[in-house]
């Protein structure tokens, strides 16, 4: 288990892979982001984008999830307080394939004794090895 | 049609609510963020948040969300956006909450090579106490008014 004193500036993870279908970026789209170039084919092959997209949120949502499937079991780690300076970079297509490569950016000791502040910055990747999203997460370590 | 143009700086909207179900909290989680203090009643009333609590990503989606059934109304010519510049979970929102959200624009600025122009805006989410449970800086793009003037700054 890697702690807060355990971790160091410049330490990158390169983890997951996540195969992003049709379905599910339609799925998600009707839930929480109806907009027609995330919910229709054709509506999307005449928008700007040319073809049906993931929502934004739905890249954070499918990061997320490789986060907690490859860092989270070996990262003492207890949630974020959230993040900075998000680009929406590419755009996510079905048949994409994401993976993520995160770098530790910088390690704040705060006021409680017992964790600490890691910003860590991740690049989100397609199968071209493209960023296609990258964000400064602000994550709560435990110390030892 | 609301178009890039009519936004102001200073102008705020009040978005719609959400009530949070614990079934959602837990659909969502074991999608995309698993962990026991989002999926597992049980686990969680023994974690520090000493219950349920929702992924920080649901918040947001549902955030975002109600955004676009705002721009839906208004029908504002939105399309889409290049990013955020911070976003906080300030509070835990757990299941039967009614988050509210509200909006202001901070500033607007055209773009130099396509017909759009860009919004900056703080989005927050608000539960039934008041208390503001995630705050987001973002910006967004949105169509010029076809007619408008075409060098405004």
């Known amino acids: 288990m890697k702690y807060f004193e355990d971790v160091a500036v410049g330490d990158i993870m390169r983890f997951g892979r996540y195969e992003v279908t049709k379905e599910e970026i339609v799925e998600y789209a009707r839930q929480f982001d109806p907009q027609p170039f995330h919910l229709d084919e054709e509506a999307a092959k005449a928008s700007l984008f040319g073809g049906l997209i993931a929502s934004g949120w739905h890249t954070g949502a499918m990061f997320i999830r490789m986060v907690v499937e490859h860092m989270t079991p070996v990262h003492a780690t207890t949630g974020a ?7 929406w970079i590419k755009p996510v297509r079905p048949g994409d394939v994401l993976s993520v490569e995160s770098e530790i950016k910088e390690k704040v000791e705060g006021r409680r004794p017992d964790r600490g502040t890691v910003k860590i910055e991740s690049r989100i990747e397609n199968q071209r090895g493209e960023v296609v999203m990258s964000l400064v997460s602000l994550v709560i370590y435990l110390r030892r | 049609m609301k178009y890039w143009d009519d936004f102001k700086a200073g102008e705020s909207i009040a978005l719609g609510s959400h009530t949070i179900t614990e079934a959602e909290i837990l659909a969502f989680a074991r999608k995309y963020d698993p962990q ?3 999926t597992d009643p049980e686990a969680a009333r023994r974690s520090i948040f000493g219950g349920l609590i929702a992924s920080g990503w649901h918040t947001c989606a549902i955030l975002m969300r109600l955004g676009v059934e705002a721009n839906q109304r208004e029908e504002a010519a939105a399309t889409g956006s290049p990013g955020l510049d911070s976003c906080r979970w300030l509070k835990p ?13 901070l ?18 989410a608000l539960n039934q106490h008041g208390e503001v449970v995630l705050a987001i ?13 075409g060098a405004r700054t």
């Open chain 1, 81 to 87: 307080m959230g993040f900075d300076d998000l680009k």
């Open chain 2, 137 to 149: 800086v973002g910006i967004t793009m949105y169509r010029r008014r076809p007619d408008g003037p």
């Open chain 2, 36 to 38: 026991p203090f989002h």
């Open chain 2, 93 to 105: 929102v757990r299941p039967g909450d009614t988050l509210s959200g509200r909006t202001e624009v």
């Open chain 2, 107 to 124: 500033e607007t600025w055209p773009s130099r090579s396509k017909p759009i122009g860009f919004v900056r805006r703080r989005v927050e």
